[in-house]
């Protein structure tokens, strides 16, 4: 474990991670602090995705975090630091989920509802092309009931495409780097993102329209 000096300085507003990191390696310990606030919730997330438990999630980001403080003079910006991140994670989170016996079923033919359905023909194929839901609001209104709205509805997603979505949409990464941190092809993450983005696009569609999905 890093020893941390507790001259700390005063900074304001929201910073970068490259800042954070540069004030990490310092031994600044609230800029650690800072960094867990903004990555914990979605390292609880992505790690629910493998291991069996809230319990089992919450012990595995612990451990990352321990692993980030260990390693991360060794951090050389080949990729970002999420995605640098979400790695260690990953790679602790499929040891634990094995040891738990933890099967992760991908279920292509997932659909949720005929708000989902009539997306596509009888073919199976898309009648109109998906687009991105953060593209929906900020062709409508932007505020904060629907950004509540569409975090409602990623929440309600099915355990597979909750994580693709949040990974892809929420947080940024490519489509690569998804199917990296979630052991699936690139191939699925499309289909299973398109399906995702297709239902929160529904409801967010009733929403401006004044109905309840």
């Known amino acids: 474990m890093r020893h941390f000096s507790h ?5 304001g507003g929201p910073v970068d991670d490259s800042e954070l990191l540069a004030r990490l390696i310092d031994g600044d310990e609230r ?3 800072e960094i867990v606030t903004r990555y914990q919730p979605l390292l609880v997330r992505v790690a629910r ?6 319990a089992s999630a919450e012990d595995v980001a612990q451990d990352t975090w321990i692993a980030v403080l260990n390693g991360v003079e060794r951090f050389e910006g080949r990729s970002s630091f999420k995605t640098w991140l979400l790695h260690i994670l990953v790679n602790r989170a499929r040891t634990t989920g094995a040891k738990e016996g933890r099967v992760r079923p991908i ?8 708000a989902l359905s009539k997306r596509f023909d009888e073919g199976g194929f898309w009648r109109e092309a998906p687009v991105p839901f953060t593209e929906v609001i900020e062709n409508g209104m932007v505020n904060a009931p629907m950004v509540a ?3 409602e509805q990623i929440e309600q997603l099915p355990e597979v ?3 693709v979505v949040t990974l892809r949409d929420v947080e940024g990464l490519s489509t690569t780097e998804v199917a990296s941190l ?3 092809t690139e191939a699925n993450v499309r289909v299973i993102l398109h399906r995702g983005r297709s239902l929160i696009r529904s409801a ?9 999905s």
Do not use: C, M, N
């Not at 001259?7 to 900074?11: A, C, F, L, Q």
């Not at 995705?49 to 809230?54: A, P, R």
């Not at 279920?107 to 005929?114: P, R």
């Not at 967010?204 to 309840?212: K, M, P, R, W």
């Open 49 to 54: 995705f493998y291991v069996k438990s809230d």
């Open 161 to 163: 495409p909750r994580a």
């Open 182 to 184: 979630l052991d699936i």
């Open 107 to 114: 279920d292509l033919t997932w659909s949720e509802g005929t």
């Open 204 to 212: 967010i569609e009733t929403t401006l329209q004044g109905g309840v």
């Open 149 to 151: 709205r569409v975090h």
């Open 7 to 11: 001259d700390w300085r005063r900074y």
């Open 31 to 33: 800029a650690f602090v």
